[in-house]
């Protein structure tokens, strides 16, 4: 009797997890780091992984390949838009609690230099990682650091390799996703990342799809936090989850 008991409230309670897991709402973060608003989405969506019901996946994708595409110009090349940007993100920054401190340069950090490099150092994480994606969460806040942070390279790759060293990885690692960025495969993987946020009619960067229903609700920008929540039935607490519940 107290057996049959037993198994029955385990049965329950794998019920509920399998009810559960089937409820989680599903949200693709497109991103580059060579975009300081997906860096705010990114750190915004990732301290909500564990607050929403969701499973989050990051999408690295190629924001030039984005810009190219959907014919958009990128702010920094509109002279008005680029005053407000600089002013924008010291605000920005405060309030999401990011340390967004613009490169000295940034015309050649973010067009000269760009980040196709970085990125495809990025799908070569993301390929190799098994179980999740930790690895590439971690190098990419890395990288969003040196080129946003402090100032520093994001294309060569000594700089691909400290920064990947700095998130955890080991030197024979990165020497094998060194090798790994530069082949067709990844080239492709890139490509193809960045053609699906095209094909969710993609201008710019951060782009969030949400998958509700058996339909993409997409999101642009990093001040669509409340229309997100409402789009997957949960709530917004500010930028500081976990404070919020203080």
């Given at each position: 009797?107290?057996?049959?008991?037993?198994?029955?409230?385990?049965?329950?309670?794998?019920?509920?997890?399998?009810?559960?897991?089937?409820?989680?709402?599903?949200?693709?973060?497109?991103?580059?780091?060579?975009?300081?608003?997906?860096?705010?989405?990114?750190?915004?969506?990732?301290?909500?992984?564990?607050?929403?019901?969701?499973?989050?996946?990051?999408?690295?994708?190629?924001?030039?390949?984005?810009?190219?595409g959907s014919g958009?110009?990128?702010?920094?090349?509109?002279?008005?838009?680029?005053?407000?940007?600089?002013?924008?993100?010291?605000?920005?920054?405060?309030?999401?609690?990011?340390?967004?401190?613009?490169?000295?340069?940034?015309?050649?950090?973010?067009?000269?230099?760009?980040?196709?490099?970085?990125?495809?150092?990025?799908?070569?994480?993301?390929?190799?990682?098994?179980?999740?994606?930790?690895?590439?969460?971690?190098?990419?806040?890395?990288?969003?650091?040196?080129?946003?942070?402090?100032?520093?390279?994001?294309?060569?790759?000594a700089s691909l390799?400290?920064?990947?060293?700095?998130?955890?990885?080991?030197?024979?690692?990165?020497?094998?996703?060194?090798?790994?960025?530069?082949?067709?495969?990844?080239?492709?993987?890139?490509?193809?990342?960045?053609?699906?946020?095209?094909?969710?009619?993609?201008?710019?960067?951060?782009?969030?799809?949400?998958?509700?229903?058996?339909?993409?609700?997409?999101?642009?920008?990093?001040?669509?936090?409340?229309?997100?929540?409402?789009?997957?039935?949960?709530?917004?607490?500010?930028?500081?989850?976990?404070?919020?519940?203080?």
């Open positions: 009797m107290y057996n049959i008991v037993i198994i029955v409230e385990i049965s329950n309670k794998k019920i509920n997890i399998l009810q559960m897991a089937s409820s989680r709402k599903v949200i693709e973060l497109f991103y580059d780091v060579i975009s300081p608003y997906s860096w705010l989405g990114f750190e915004v969506m990732c301290r909500y992984r564990n607050v929403w019901n969701i499973d989050l996946k990051l999408r690295p994708a190629f924001l030039g390949g984005i810009m190219q958009n110009k990128p702010p920094g090349l509109v002279p008005n838009k680029f005053l407000y940007m600089t002013t924008d993100l010291h605000r920005l920054a405060q309030y999401f609690q990011v340390p967004i401190s613009p490169p000295a340069d940034p015309f050649e950090a973010m067009f000269e230099k760009g980040s196709l490099s970085a990125m495809r150092f990025v799908a070569a994480v993301q390929e190799r990682e098994v179980g999740g994606d930790k690895q590439v969460e971690q190098v990419s806040r890395e990288l969003w650091m040196r080129i946003w942070s402090q100032d520093k390279d994001i294309t060569q790759p390799s400290e920064a990947a060293m700095k998130a955890g990885l080991s030197a024979s690692e990165v020497e094998e996703l060194l090798k790994l960025s530069t082949s067709k495969e990844i080239k492709d993987k890139l490509k193809r990342s960045t053609q699906e946020a095209l094909d969710h009619r993609a201008f710019g960067f951060p782009l969030a799809v949400c998958h509700v229903n058996g339909k993409a609700e997409v999101f642009f920008g990093s001040d669509r936090f409340e229309l997100i929540a409402h789009c997957i039935g949960e709530k917004w607490m500010g930028p500081q989850p976990a404070a919020a519940k203080l």
